[in-house]
């Protein structure tokens, strides 16, 4: 009986940092990577809050090193000096302004921390919040860490380690990064310090960069001692926070997702890399029906799935080629098939441009972060893509919203790359990655009446912009996709009938 206890208390632990707290019918979050913190308040207010986006993942907010050998990379978020409110991205006033007016339209904030390590060893040594460090003795007054508090011996990560030696994996330096001993009461004190501080401004969860490369019983004790997320923000009494663990885990590895499933959430990098190859067809659409855990993928409620991320866009743990914004006609569609698909609970990638890997956001001369432009047609200037503006993309945001917990049935294909499928009686989707136009009568579930196809257009009063679609009394409609449309995609959903 006190195993059966201790089991049933284990899995309620677990479960308590899977839900990311919503607010009540919203369902996906997107990664504004390197947006400033005024941008995303304002995001939240004009576009993610009406559009019903449940949440945005943030860049690290605590102070990192400024890189200028490297002309200020994206990774040098990646390298923290100290836990203080103060990057590129705004300020401790800032942050907490963007929080609560984020939380005030819906929106939950989800914050990348920083906490297996802290920088490599430069030349330069000072951080964006006037920081300094002592590399060559492992001293980061802004926290304050010696050398005590890192691990020993010093060792870096060789890459024969991932494949046979999972202690040096989580013991030795990743890349050369300084190695926090996560062991250690006081790391582990500050560290729930840091976190407990951003539950108190209102943030909804994290996201915990190179979870592997950390001990998962260090994991739990911190993970334990983190508070309740903060009733002023609107989440309800007694809510834990949502955590979501970076595991890169493509297979072949000493070290296994399933050991982090039992504290919270996974990354799922099979998820992007196995729909990226479905759909620059290496694999065909049809054998989707199956698509979930039949595939090797965690089980739903365990994974946080993404078609691409700031890493794998870049080549980084990709395990494949992973699509982006720079195919868009097969990324919108594996987009639409996430968005779809009531599997684990989605993120979105939204970027900036880039042809170098290395290159940070859109700057000015100062190394400024420059705000991305809104244009009369909704999309992104300043050398910012916001794919979450994609009309194509927050359509689907809504479709998945408006399905809900709805099941797939009525699954449909043609043997190769046509497939369409309902989700319960309340939407339906339908997508064509062949050579050849798609034209079937296909059975919708929905109710008789006719339907704005979502994806050409968008419904606007009575009148639909793009393909209207109607449905018999049988549930049954004629569906067309020809093969040199711009989208590959058509999709409906009651909510966006025009006649009923």
Known sequence: MMRFILLLSAASVALAFKNPHYASGRTTMVHLFEWKWDDIAAECERWLGPRGFGGVQVSPPNENL???????????????????????????????????????????????????????????????????????????????????DFNWPQCVIQPSDYRNNPTRVRNCELSGLKDLNQASEYVRQMIVNYMNRLIDMGVAGFRIDAAKHMWPRDLRVIYDRLRNLNTGHGFPSGARPYIFQEVIDLGGEAISRDEYTPLAAVTEFRFGMELSRAFTGGNQLRWLVNWGPQWGLLASADALTFIDNHDNQRGHGAGGNILSYKRAKQYKGAIAFMLAHPYGKPQLMSSFDFHDTEAGPPMDRS???????????????NGWICEHRWRQIASMVVFRNHAANAAVSNWWDNGSNQIAFCRGNRGFV?????????????????????????????????????????VGGDGRAHISIGANEFDMILAIHTGAASRL
């Open 367 to 381: 190394g400024n972060i420059i705000s991305p432009s809104i244009n009369s047609d909704n999309s992104c200037g």
């Open 430 to 470: 339908a997508f064509n990655n062949n050579n050849w136009d798609l034209n079937q009568t296909l059975q919708t579930c929905l109710p008789a009446g006719s339907y704005c196809d979502i994806i050409s257009g968008e419904k606007s009063g009575n009148r639909c912009t793009g393909k209207t679609v109607t």
């Open 66 to 148: 400024v890189i200028w050998e490297r002309n200020r990379p994206w990774w040098e978020r990646y390298q923290p000096m100290s836990y203080r409110l103060v990057t590129r991205s705004g300020n401790e006033a800032q942050f907490a302004n963007m929080v609560r007016r984020c939380n005030n339209v819906g929106v939950r904030i989800y914050v990348d921390a920083i906490i297996n390590h802290m920088t490599g060893t430069w030349r330069e040594n000072v951080g964006t919040g006037g920081s300094t460090a002592n590399f060559g003795q492992w001293s980061y007054p802004g926290v304050p860490y010696g050398r005590n």
